[in-house]
């Protein structure tokens, strides 16, 4: 029987797994759109998916100040807020503006808001093509809406060097090198 054998396991332990989940969630929760492979991708949208429901389920109380809010909704929404604060990293560094953002207000007043007519399905993923490296296959995970890809060519992994340097370049990098080492 195939009892608690849901999910990947991505060879990796549970706390590990669970460690890498978290960090990709908090980074596609702040930046709304990460580029990973296709099988991270689609576990990752069941984790994510999962806490924007949460925040979801609380309807209006999600988003309303908590002075405007009754003794019960209140406590409800701390509850929600502490159930999320314990899967996601409290902040996120937004890429643009380099500025700390709360996730777990991120996910219960702005994502709730969004998604709030929605019934399900708040990202998509989109294929990519395989990653140079090593030839695994690239996603990219983004909520749906999210304005379209212009170019995936753009969304390659930053780790990726430029290919064709001209020789003048090279050769100027290499010069102080050789001073130093001398």
Do not use: W
Not at 5 to 33: C, P, V, W, Y
Not at 66 to 77: C, G, H, I, V
Not at 103 to 124: I, N
Not at 130 to 149: Q, T
């Amino acid at each position: 029987m195939r009892h608690r054998k849901d999910g990947r396991q991505f060879s990796r332990n549970t706390a590990h797994r669970r460690a890498m989940f978290r960090n990709m969630a908090a980074n596609l929760i702040t930046h709304e759109r990460i580029v990973t492979t296709d099988a991270k991708a689609k576990e990752l949208r069941r984790v994510t998916e999962r806490l924007i429901t949460k925040a979801k389920r609380l309807g209006p109380a999600a988003y309303t100040p908590l002075d405007k809010l009754d003794a019960r909704d209140r406590a409800r929404r701390l509850h929600v807020k502490r159930l999320l604060a314990s899967y996601l990293p409290r902040f996120g560094v937004e890429r643009d503006n380099l500025t700390r953002r709360d996730l777990v207000e991120k996910v219960m007043v702005e994502l709730s808001q969004r998604f709030a007519e929605r019934p399900g399905g708040y990202t998509r993923i989109t294929k990519l093509g395989a990653r140079a490296g090593d030839n695994a296959p690239l996603s990219v995970i983004e909520f749906v809406d999210a304005p379209p890809i212009e170019d995936p060519a753009t969304l390659e992994e930053p780790a990726a060097a430029p290919a064709a340097a001209t020789e003048g370049e090279a050769g100027e990098a290499d010069a102080p090198a050789d001073e130093e080492s001398e």
